[in-house]
């Protein structure tokens, strides 16, 4: 996907659907912003394919069915999760805003993107492995020389992030989300890696909860050939976040956006918490319980406070056991 060259994507009748800087094969898929599926059915040379309207998804269980297969795995259990960012292509750069296409020292503008949505999520109460190790050059053994990074920051990571920006005109990825402009954020997913269908179902549900409260931030979903070390795991995708011709920091804004939306799906923050206002309220109750018990039992006993202690500590003991037992199913 290197250099600045990029596909652009027609249906029959000569619209546009797409354009990226992925090299596409007859029987890749696309599903745009609108959630239709589109198959490749023929390519035109290095610039041109020609893709088959297939049918409209319905997106609205894709987080339902998600956050069942999270909480089946056991990912969802404990604390708030991890997720893992890193760079198979650490050289690309915003040309508008760092200057170049591609810094040959391999410290590209992509970098302070993935910054960007490492404090995102750290802001959301999400721990982040985000590594800045250079897997150049820029070919096509770049992804075997990531798969070692991939691996480090899936350990503990509830999914992991391949931060990339595609080729593309910037009219392609552009787009005004929450009154500023931002480059939309298409996700690709490996179409040869075993996990690919698992993979489908995150970027799914991602699409899904991004199009409620950011709707437009997502471009679509590529699924195309190869695997980009998603074969590590069923939550592994790969984030095109705008493309060389747009500007670094509407990229920038665009991760911000999709860092407030990882916690619906991963937990985090207040998910699987009790708020606040909860507890205040079971604590007031406890105090009017336990102070009218203990008077009740300080008469009971004939006014001896050793004996109405005694009594009042079992009571909490067995409270307490009552609690434990209520809270041994798994959270959401």
């Known amino acids: 996907m290197g250099g600045v060259k990029y596909v652009s994507v027609y249906d029959g009748d000569g619209n546009l659907i797409c354009e990226t800087g992925f090299r596409l094969g007859v029987g890749d898929e696309y599903v745009d912003g609108d959630n239709a599926l589109w198959r490749v059915e023929r390519v035109v ?45 650490s050289d690309e750069s915003y040309r508008p805003s760092d200057g170049t296409d591609s810094d040959p020292g391999g410290q590209g503008g992509i970098y302070r993107v993935g910054d960007a949505l490492a404090e995102g999520l750290k802001d959301q109460g999400i721990t982040v492995n985000h590594s800045l190790a250079s897997h150049l050059p820029h070919d096509s053994g770049a992804y075997e020389r990531s798969r070692r990074t991939a691996m480090s920051v899936l350990k503990g990571s509830a999914a992991i992030f391949d931060v990339h920006r595609d080729a593309a005109p910037p009219e392609a990825y552009l787009k005004r989300v929450g009154g500023q402009n931002i480059t939309q954020i298409m996700m690709v997913i490996g179409a040869a890696n075993p996990q690919a269908d698992a993979n489908f179902g995150f970027a799914s549900a991602l699409k899904a909860a991004a199009d409620k409260v950011r709707p437009g931030l997502i471009r679509g979903i590529l699924r195309t050939g190869g695997d980009f070390n998603q074969d590590l795991s069923s939550r592994a995708l790969l984030l095109e976040v705008g493309a060389h011709t747009n500007r670094r920091n509407e990229a920038e804004a665009a991760v911000a956006d999709l860092a407030a939306v990882v916690p619906s799906l991963l937990g985090g923050g207040a998910i699987g918490t009790h708020s606040t206002g909860a507890w205040r309220a079971i604590g007031i109750i406890a105090i009017l319980v336990v102070g009218g018990g203990g008077l009740w039992l300080f008469v009971a006993t004939g006014g001896n406070w050793s004996e109405a202690w005694r009594k009042l500590r079992s009571l909490g003991q067995e409270f307490a056991s009552y609690l434990g037992r209520r809270r041994t199913g798994p959270r959401r």
């Open 45 to 89: 040379g290095d610039s041109t394919a020609i893709a088959a309207y297939v049918r409209q998804l319905d997106l609205t269980s894709a987080i339902e069915d998600f956050q069942a297969t999270l909480a089946g795995s056991g990912a969802a259990a404990g604390g708030a999760p991890q997720v893992g960012i890193y760079h198979t292509h």
